[in-house]
């Protein structure tokens, strides 16, 4: 009976870990065209995501997120992030309360938390630190009213200056 319990805690564990891998976005900047992530109203989305650049894309629910960073690819030191979120109908999400939850992947700093102001249009802005170059990444928490929270996981490089 015991085997069989570790079998399948064993088993749990590696397709947690497949999950985790598979969701993983790219560690680099890249432009995301909104019209391939979104099924509705393609056209409002193509109009309103993010110009250039972006730190990557994920979809919670009816939710879409890009996080965007100036500088374009973040240096060790200060950087402002960019959270865009459109919702369900393709349409800028104004009422969330957005946190930044910054981290290295490969050793923890602590618990690191920024609030992101709302920057109009489904913007949300945050100041945050770097404190070395290497991989790191933000958890961007989206709480709206009447919703699950979402946690919203991006990855990326952090470079020297």
């Not at 997120?65 to 200060?78: I, M, N, T």
Request: aromatic share 6%; charged share 15%; glycine share 8%.
């Amino acid at each position: 009976m015991r085997h069989y319990l570790i079998l399948g805690l064993w088993l749990m564990a590696v397709l947690a870990l497949m999950t985790a891998c598979a969701a993983t976005p790219s560690r680099q900047p890249s432009t995301v065209p909104a019209a391939t992530l979104a099924p509705a109203s393609a056209s409002t989305q193509s109009a309103l995501a993010p110009a250039g650049p972006t730190l990557g894309s994920q979809r919670s629910g009816d939710l879409q997120a890009w996080l965007s960073s100036d500088p374009v690819q973040p240096k060790r030191g200060e950087a402002e992030m960019d959270a865009y979120l459109l919702g369900a109908e393709g349409q800028p999400v104004t009422d969330a309360k957005v946190t930044f939850d910054i981290d290295m992947t490969n050793m923890s700093h602590g618990l690191n938390q920024v609030v992101a102001e709302p920057a109009g249009d489904g913007h949300y802005r945050g100041q945050v630190h770097f404190a070395m170059p290497g991989p790191w990444r933000v958890i961007a928490i989206v709480e709206r009213p009447g919703q699950e929270t979402a946690k919203m996981r991006f990855e990326f490089t952090v470079n020297r200056q």
